[in-house]
């Protein structure tokens, strides 16, 4: 709302004054920063080359692919995952209910290092899935230190933040609408295809978006896993200790960022149009 | 409910169930780990505080450090952040919206790449590379969004303008209506964003991993550190440990999302 004519028109230079330390905070320390970065990418031996290396080097592209492709993995089962439960929750109030919501969230604080311990208790060497396919007989189940390890923690650390969207998007919906489709003859399956899905399309696009950028970025589940995970931010991080290849680490670091706030803000874009559309 | 709990229902529990257990089972393997003397052998061994003691002893100034980047944080982006969402929610046109946007990069982009990017810009001022405030940075950086969104989500559900209005009409100058109107209004606000923040600064790790040096480890790094050189019993301590200080946070910040929907659906109430 735009400020109305009189006596409050005067407070420009006192709200100017108010963004300003923000404003310096964030200028000294995120934009001037971001822009030397950019500049040190393009310093190195491959000159402003180096920012086509992510595609041109197969290493480099290898570990990009396998990136996205352990952050699209995990979006879609954590999508999935805390749907079914997220929906259930809200929808049923039963006894333990609260308690069962609590669980769900404990872990939405841990550091990518703490989830990668937690996956090391269930599937690493002296981990309880081991234990128990022991004991069932059938050789000894870890797989922590892999792809599959670091997929199982992504979806450990997103599924407390999705599911907390889709509860508050859940509570929005009409349960009305669901109701009006059952007595018209539509199956569970169809109510949930044609009802539920569709009013939490918004919600889901959303929180997807920040789940995949998540995983595309993080660092810390790989770093306690193992370092041979071949992640994008493992690789740059690589790059800039153990090859002291600064250049190539911004350049890298650069992209990836880039990739990351695209996938964001075209998600919102999507999930920003389909309200409209839905309004 | 008019609903009858068939077959549904219970298929649904069980995966609920279900998932909570992927998601608590390896605490409470941990916790246990953490208190037993031998992990490998099993809880058979016997309990013990020694993997805690020695947890204490090796890293106790991780946490204090922690502790204090972490309040250090929250001063800065209640400096910071409050009036920047005030100023946000009073212009809300397209330069608004484009700094809404910028600051939070930050959190959008990986933090990998922002603790780079402070590392080439800064990195050459030694005596500021290795003080605990060059952390400090990237945790305000990665923080203040949360305090902006938080305190604006107040500012925009309340009628700011016929209360400002109000006040201007008796006479209230500007810092006044700042100071008298509109903070104690977003209270609620600053609480859920300050409880965020301290919590997601103390678990910060991707920025930090690189902007520590040997003597300003904080938590998280020092977590890593255990898991990858120290026995898994000591690695599960310090887990216990860092459980310790998060939880009355989590209650925190749980207890307090819950009325505040309720406080949004009628504002006269508060």
Redesign the interface.
Known sequence: MPAKPGKMQRDTPMLVALMLPAGIFFAAFFLLPMVRLFLIGGSGTLGWAAYATIVTNANYFGSLLATLGVAAATTAATLVISGIAGVFLQRHKFPGNAALVAMLTFPLAFPGVVVGFMVIMLAGRQGLLGDISQMLGADKLVFAYSMAGLFTGYVYFSIPRVILTVMAATEKLDPKLEEAARSLGASPLGVVLDVIIPGLKPAFLSSGAICFATAVGAFGTAFTLATRINVLPMTIYTEFTLSANIAMAAALSFVLGAVTWAVLALARTAAGSSVAAAG | ?A?KRGI??WL??G???L??A??????I??IL?GVTNN??TGLSSGFTLRWVGQVWAGYSDTIFRSIGIALACLVCTL???I??A??LA????ALARA?EE??V??V???????A???I???GGLSGFRTSWTFIL?GH??FT?PFM?RSVLAVLSAIDL?TL??GA??LGAG??TR?FTVVLPNCRNGILAGALMVV??S?????MT??LHTPLTKTL?VG??DA??SLR?EV??AY?LV?FLM?VP??IAL?WFSRPRRQVHAKPESE
């Open positions: 409910m609903q549904l229902f649904q529990l995966f609920t169930l998932v909570c992927f998601l608590i089972v390896p605490v393997l941990s780990a992990y490998f400096l910071l952040g009036p920047a005030y100023v009073k212009r809300q046109n700094i910028l600051m990069m930050p959008a982009i990986p933090g990998l790449a922002t780079l990017a402070l080439v810009a800064y940075v305000v950086l203040l902006v303008q400002e209005e201007a009409s500007f810092w700042f919590t997601l103390v678990g910060e790790f991707n991993w690189l998280p977590l890593a898991y990858a898994l690695g599960s887990t860092f998060i946070l989590l749980q």
